[in-house]
């Protein structure tokens, strides 16, 4: 792992021979555009929809300029982007849309794979291959009011404007009234970036709990943040792991890295309906799947999941499914991809601003289309010089004819003929 500056990363990408990258890097360092270094985007997460909900708190002013900054963002890396990885078929679906809308899906593109899985292909966030190891206690035990034989609910993450935990500390008091052993620990209630706000739906979180009295009783809150290589013996304490959230565009597309740590545990899982992981959890028996926001079922799937009688099953089947995320399998895709790296059939390898390409192709698609039109029309033009000389031609046979003497001498027939043509009609 190495922290680098502006110059630092120059010299790292001029001897790398794929550079993978996300967020802000490319809006932080524009010459990254310009490079001719083979480019992976990886865009796991659709921020501009995250920041929907994420920058509520936000002026109407400032939530406006970071919806737009991430769209402009995003774009930048999808047009300059040799190979993008994103986390499941349905956001590949999103940003294939994305992609299309910028041009991205042409000619040379769909020519090299119809599929597009050269372009755009599904690496998710991994698990480690390793078999998950608990060196301490992290709750049980460990946590005062917690003791070795409760059950434990797990929200293994931070408390962000997209989830909703407080259906869930309804549902936990609503349990507890007849299971008093039932206790539900939050992992963390703050970002890791101490430059980011706390969201305000962790501090409703804390206030709903304090007024049902729920508060290191039957809710737990670990107000700092959990090391990323000790999450592993908080996982291990739970018996159950939530996810639950409000249902909007953010949770449609959203692929939690919390459930990939409960796979990885092989904990049992109870979440709300609508993203990407419910109808996984649902078709292949990892736990239990609600409706949002409905607190009755909520209660009761945490109960039936708790109380199962055949807990160890369950829990060997989330380890066996959790095997499809482990890295090596994950990263597939991009393994294949960095082997035997390639610029974008679209990409030139010139030193042409390959953010200009798209425009380009279609300035001289537009002077093709131009120029089969001025053909066309030259043609139609000559047809129609020849009728008109065709035209021309006739009528002056036609005043030549009008002007001779067998013309004259001629009319009183034509008259006649004229009158004996009306008289048929009107029969």
Known sequence: MLAVD????RRQVEWADVVIAQGEVFALNPWLAETDVVIVADVYDPLHLEVLESA??????????????????????LRRA?????????????????????????PAVYDADHSLRTLIDVVPFGVSDDVPSQTRHGIRGAVDGIGPDDKIILWGGGVYNWFDPL??????????????????YFLGMTYPNAAVQDSKMAAQALSLSEELGLTDTHVFFNMGWTDYDDRINYLLDADVGVSTHFSHVETALSF??????????????VATDGDGFAPLIRDNSLGEVVAAEDVDALAAALERTLFNSDTEKLRANVRAFGERYQWDVALEPLIRFCVDPKRAADHPTSGVDPLEVGRVQHIEMLEAKI???????????????????KLVSTRDELDSVRESTSWRLSAPVRIVGRLRSRVRRGR
């Open 6 to 9: 502006g110059d630092e990363l």
């Open 56 to 77: 509520k708190d936000e002026t109407p002013e400032g939530r406006s300029f970071l919806t737009k900054y991430c769209v402009d963002m995003l774009t930048t890396q």
């Open 256 to 269: 939690r890295t919390r459930i990939l740590d409960y796979l990885w545990a092989g904990l049992p899982i």
């Open 371 to 389: 120029l089969e039109l001025d053909r066309q029309l030259g043609t139609v033009r000559d047809r129609l010089g020849a009728v008109r000389d």
């Open 82 to 106: 040799d190979f993008v990885m994103c986390a499941s078929e349905k956001q590949r679906d999103f940003w294939l849309g994305h992609l299309g809308a910028i041009e991205r899906i042409n």
């Open 167 to 184: 259906t869930l500390i309804r549902a936990v008091r609503q349990l507890s009234q007849s299971h008093p052993e039932v206790k539900l």
